[in-house]
């Protein structure tokens, strides 16, 4: 399954040994956190309330998102002693196997009987496999994936959300520091956002 000349028809399966899956949710809500934290950080800088934050600002990439919060930091004159480009590199990464993790096809290997996980993004990483590269989209590489290996992307993610943490502290003590930079929040006046006017409200005098 993982090369040309190993290639084997592997059994597309739903259920999973309970440690794998167990395994597997956590990844899912430790990423759900990290984007959860990214986005908080963005909105503080902007000084949105919570509904205005979740109307207005949309869920790029975590790695995006840290390009974002980097120039905001910079548009408030924040320039942190922060690894920013190794943290993009790291959260393309993660993004990278969150998404394999949520969205891919599990297989049971028909001889060992291990799970593998079937990858349709991106190319075939060994190059001598195909010449020129081959998109995994046409030719499916699989990879073995067990309740270990999602543990260390867990990790990895949990690592990567004490990172964005660091940037959301730095963002609080400069709101302390300099409230100048910062614009108060306006008040939410109808949380309801109701688009017509409220009929149990007496209507404005002139």
């Given at each position: 399954m993982s090369e040309p000349s190993q290639s084997v028809q592997a059994k597309v399966i739903h259920k999973l040994p309970v440690g794998l899956l167990t395994e597997i949710g956590r990844v899912v809500v430790a990423y759900s956190r990290l984007e959860h934290e990214m986005t908080a950080v963005i909105a503080m800088t902007l000084q949105l309330q919570k509904p205005e934050a979740r109307l207005v600002l949309d869920e790029p990439p975590i790695h995006d998102r840290l390009n974002t919060i980097q120039d905001l930091f910079a548009l408030k004159g924040l320039l942190?002693?922060?690894?920013?480009?190794?943290?993009?590199?790291?959260?393309?990464?993660?993004?990278?196997?969150?998404?394999?993790?949520?969205?891919?096809?599990?297989?049971?290997?028909?001889?060992?009987?291990?799970?593998w996980l079937r990858l349709t993004g991106g190319h075939w990483k060994r190059t001598e496999a195909f010449q020129p590269k081959v998109r995994r989209i046409i030719?499916?590489?699989?990879?073995p994936m067990d309740s270990a290996e999602c543990k260390a992307i867990r990790l990895r993610i949990e690592a990567a959300l004490k990172q964005i943490q660091v940037l959301g502290a730095i963002l609080d003590n400069a709101r302390r520091t300099f409230p100048e930079r910062?614009?108060?929040p306006a008040p939410v006046v109808d949380p309801l956002a109701r688009r017509t006017a409220d009929k149990r409200r007496p209507p404005p005098k002139s």
């Open positions: 942190p002693d922060f690894p920013f480009e190794d943290a993009w590199n790291e959260l393309k990464a993660i993004n990278t196997l969150r998404n394999m993790i949520a969205h891919g096809i599990w297989l049971r290997h028909p001889e060992t009987k291990k799970v030719r499916p590489e699989s990879a910062f614009r108060p």
